[in-house]
């Protein structure tokens, strides 16, 4: 690979890393969803500043083409990352179904205490 090759993966691993502190400084992303966008990141700049690695790990692997590990890997990471969103959603579900109930409870018991108090109302103001 050329200079240029190596030196573009390097700043695409530094700049993901970049994006991704300075959205957790600004609470726009929280710590336990960046933690796999930061070992794809810290990965990838260990890839582009030793690309040795790359060729010892696919080996090491028993992978062909080191190129394909990295693939690999990739889909790996999006894969728990996915895995982690469905679970965190299924858990925003269930907690959303609970508040959604407990509110119609809650409009279901204000709505009879406005009927019960209407009829004293009504019942007093005609004795």
Same mark, same amino acid.
């Given at each position: 690979? !050329?200079?240029? #090759?190596?030196?573009?993966?390097?700043?695409?691993?530094?700049?993901?890393?970049?994006?991704?502190?300075?959205?957790?400084? @600004?609470? !726009?992303?929280?710590? @336990?969803?960046?933690?796999?966008? &930061?070992?794809?990141?810290? &990965?990838?700049? /260990?890839?582009?500043?030793? $690309?040795?690695?790359?060729?010892?790990?696919?080996?090491?692997?028993? /992978?062909?083409? $080191?190129? =394909?590990?990295?693939?690999? /890997? #990739?889909?790996?990471? &999006?894969?728990?990352?996915?895995? *982690?969103?469905?679970?965190?959603?299924?858990?925003?579900? #269930?907690?959303?179904?609970?508040?959604?109930? *407990? !509110?119609?409870?809650?409009?279901? @018991?204000?709505?009879?205490?406005? =009927?019960?108090? *209407?009829?004293?109302?009504?019942?007093? #103001?005609?004795?």
């Amino acid at each position: 690979m !050329s200079p240029v #090759s190596y030196i573009f993966g390097i700043v695409a691993a530094v700049l993901a890393l970049a994006v991704v502190i300075e959205l957790l400084r @600004r609470h !726009s992303l929280r710590e @336990r969803h960046a933690i796999w966008w &930061l070992v794809a990141g810290v &990965l990838a700049l /260990v890839v582009g500043v030793f $690309p040795g690695t790359l060729v010892w790990a696919a080996g090491l692997l028993g /992978v062909e083409v $080191p190129t =394909n590990l990295v693939f690999f /890997v #990739s889909i790996a990471i &999006l894969f728990f990352v996915c895995l *982690q969103h469905s679970a965190e959603l299924t858990v925003l579900e #269930s907690k959303t179904r609970v508040l959604a109930e *407990q !509110s119609a409870l809650l409009e279901l @018991r204000i709505r009879q205490l406005e =009927n019960d108090r *209407q009829s004293a109302d009504g019942s007093s #103001s005609t004795q």
